[in-house]
């Protein structure tokens, strides 16, 4: 039975894939939070390497406040960029398979159609930048890795931009939300069952992949959707907006192309309207 490490269990993708662990049965587990583990310490994630036998690292611990990154440089770099390193040299010394989970923030957006894995990352703000490195380290350092960068992930877990709205439209309140940043979200449930599935089948084909529910949209057409799936809403309290001042630059245009992770990993992504509204039902 292979043996999984899940660092950052306590957020949104870590407890969705501790919520999709049981489809798995083949699979062992071991979930840790910062608290268990943290990934900075370098001496504590070399003694946790040391005393535990792990065949897989599922790093999804992260500093993803876009906004703070800005300002915060020091802790975006030190979890998304030291820590990742600290992991990465341990599964090289143990022989251990790192899946790490990175983002569309690392493009800046000025394309207008599907980002591939050959499209050179330009980050525009802090988050990204630091993201990136990580991503650079591990290919660096670790042989044995999937980079899985995704994008605008929601869940019915932690803050995220699905559960604010739904929070909103309920209440009532008034929304005014941008219409000149186009991506697809992507449910972290798909994106667990994704890196279970990449464990469970055994793939060797390491590298870098980009995984995200098919389609595209704006953070308004998201909130629209949200206000369309329950006729109480009150769809006029939703104003489209041409742009949101915000600390953090964003790209404009991050839309991912995910045909190498179909091709090669054989997995077959929802649309990300079908994924929303199946993810309604159970929330």
Known sequence: MKKVLVTGANGQLGRCIKDNASEFPDLSFVFTSKRELDIENHAQVRDFFQNNKIDYCI???????VEKAESEQGKAFSLNTEAVKNLALCCKQHNVILLHISTDYVFDGKKRTPYTEEDVPNPINVYGASKLKGEQYIQEICEMHYIVRSSWLYSQYGHNFFKTILKYAEEGKSLSITT????????????????????????????????????ETTWHGFAEAVFKCNPQFDASKLVKTGHYPTFAQRPKYSVLNCYKAQKIISFKTRNWKDSFIALLKIT
Not at 59 to 65: G, K, Q, S
Not at 187 to 203: H, M, P, T, V, Y
């Open 59 to 65: 790093n999804t611990a992260a500093y993803t406040n």
């Open 180 to 215: 000149e940043q186009t991506g697809t979200p992507t449910n972290a449930n798909d994106l667990a069952q994704f890196l279970l599935g990449i464990i469970d089948a055994e793939e060797k084909a390491y590298g870098l992949y980009h995984f995200s529910n098919e389609g």
